[in-house]
């Protein structure tokens, strides 16, 4: 390998299967090195930082994106490229990539740096983790780890996205949480029975829906969308106002903005989309914490 050529990570396993077989296509003049094991992204990714990688391209979804992220760590010169090719692809939704893998890849390789947002999430075990997309805490976070748990194709996509929120909401009970949080207009404690707390760096999560659709991947701010102790039925019926982004308006939701929160409760927590363990958590915001490459101004 040469530590002037781009590194390019790519995860075979990404979206059943789809970014493996894009290796056998992809043409680049970077170091192309292909996983074969969960959390290997990261350490390859770390090493390219060891090596004065100037920029290191994740191939695959959120998943191995964040984990590109976490190995580089504050690594200040590494431009990280996406080439999309997960079952989500909400970070790149966001950040308004071409979803053409030729396209993409383009932009990955010779796009111009951009200074985003990135979110960190603190466990009570010691553990810390930084995310790109989105996380949650509720039942949002039990239907990620369904999805990490299944092997099945079918559920890598929307449609077994949604199949499997469906199912998990016969078995998922609203949870008590507690949000504390401080802005200009002082501190705030909340506590109420919740379907889900989500923290969204960027609009999208869950594959293409708009949870926060105000978000902005470089303003320095979380936007948290709080879904009350709504039934299952309201739930389903309220499923296709995601993906528009109209659930804002729903009385059970409320929207909020914080640079940093704590949540507590007994409930499951995923960071874009996967899981993590149970509560308690503290999030932060890393303003300005990742160099990506972009399309051109005029295009973002």
Same mark, same amino acid.
Do not use: K
């Given at each position: 390998?040469?530590?002037? +050529?781009?590194?390019?990570?790519? =995860?075979?396993?990404?979206?059943?299967?789809?970014?493996? #077989?894009?290796?056998?296509?992809?043409?680049?003049?970077?170091?192309?090195?292909?996983?074969?094991?969960?959390?290997?992204?990261? &350490?390859?990714?770390?090493? /390219?930082?060891?090596?004065?990688?100037?920029?290191?391209?994740?191939?695959?979804?959120?998943?191995?994106?964040?984990?590109?992220?976490?190995?580089?760590?504050?690594?200040?010169?590494?431009?990280?490229?996406?080439?999309?090719?997960?079952?989500?692809?909400?970070?790149?939704?966001?950040?308004?990539?071409?979803?053409?893998?030729? !396209?993409?890849?383009?932009?990955?390789?010779?796009?111009?740096? #951009?200074?985003?947002?990135?979110?960190? +999430?603190?466990?009570?075990?010691?553990?810390? #983790?930084?995310?790109?997309?989105? /996380?949650?805490?509720?039942?949002? +976070? &039990?239907? !990620?780890?369904?999805?990490?748990?299944?092997?099945?194709?079918? &559920?890598?996509?929307?449609?077994? @996205?949604?199949?499997?929120?469906?199912?998990?909401?016969? #078995?998922?009970?609203?949870?008590?949480?507690?949000? $504390?949080?401080?802005?200009?207009? /002082?501190?705030?404690? =909340?506590?109420?029975?919740?379907?889900?707390? +989500?923290?969204? =760096?960027?609009? @999208? @999560?869950? /594959?293409?829906?708009? *949870? !926060?659709?105000?978000?902005?991947?470089?303003?320095?701010?979380?936007?948290? $969308?709080?879904?009350?102790?709504?039934?299952?039925?309201?739930?389903?019926? &309220?499923?296709?106002?995601?993906?528009?982004?109209?659930?804002?308006?729903?009385?059970?939701?409320?929207?909020?903005?914080?640079?940093?929160?704590?949540?507590?409760?007994?409930?499951?927590?995923?960071?874009?989309?996967?899981?993590?363990?149970?509560?308690?958590?503290?999030?932060? *915001?890393?303003?300005?914490?990742?160099?990506?490459?972009?399309?051109?101004?005029?295009?973002?």
């Amino acid at each position: 390998m040469q530590a002037d +050529a781009p590194l390019i990570i790519l =995860n075979p396993t990404a979206a059943a299967g789809r970014a493996a #077989r894009l290796a056998r296509s992809l043409r680049s003049p970077g170091d192309l090195v292909v996983t074969e094991s969960a959390g290997q992204a990261e &350490q390859l990714a770390a090493r /390219g930082a060891i090596e004065g990688r100037s920029r290191v391209i994740a191939v695959g979804g959120d998943g191995t994106l964040q984990e590109v992220v976490n190995g580089l760590g504050d690594a200040p010169a590494v431009v990280v490229g996406i080439v999309p090719a997960g079952a989500g692809n909400d970070f790149a939704r966001s950040l308004r990539l071409p979803r053409d893998v030729g !396209a993409a890849l383009a932009v990955a390789l010779h796009g111009s740096a #951009r200074r985003v947002d990135l979110g960190e +999430a603190m466990f009570a075990d010691g553990r810390t #983790r930084r995310f790109v997309a989105a /996380g949650g805490a509720g039942f949002d +976070a &039990q239907v !990620a780890a369904a999805m990490a748990g299944s092997r099945l194709r079918w &559920q890598r996509g929307r449609a077994g @996205y949604l199949l499997t929120t469906l199912r998990e909401l016969r #078995r998922y009970r609203n949870a008590e949480m507690r949000i $504390c949080w401080s802005d200009a207009g /002082g501190a705030h404690d =909340n506590r109420l029975p919740a379907l889900l707390v +989500a923290f969204a =760096n960027g609009a @999208y @999560y869950g /594959g293409g829906m708009r *949870i !926060a659709p105000a978000a902005a991947l470089d303003d320095g701010m979380l936007d948290l $969308c709080v879904v009350g102790d709504v039934s299952r039925l309201e739930a389903m019926r &309220q499923l296709p106002s995601l993906y528009r982004g109209r659930h804002v308006g729903h009385p059970a939701v409320r929207m909020r903005r914080a640079s940093a929160f704590d949540i507590e409760g007994d409930a499951p927590v995923h960071l874009d989309g996967e899981p993590f363990g149970p509560l308690p958590v503290r999030v932060r *915001i890393l303003p300005g914490g990742l160099r990506v490459a972009a399309p051109a101004p005029a295009s973002v």
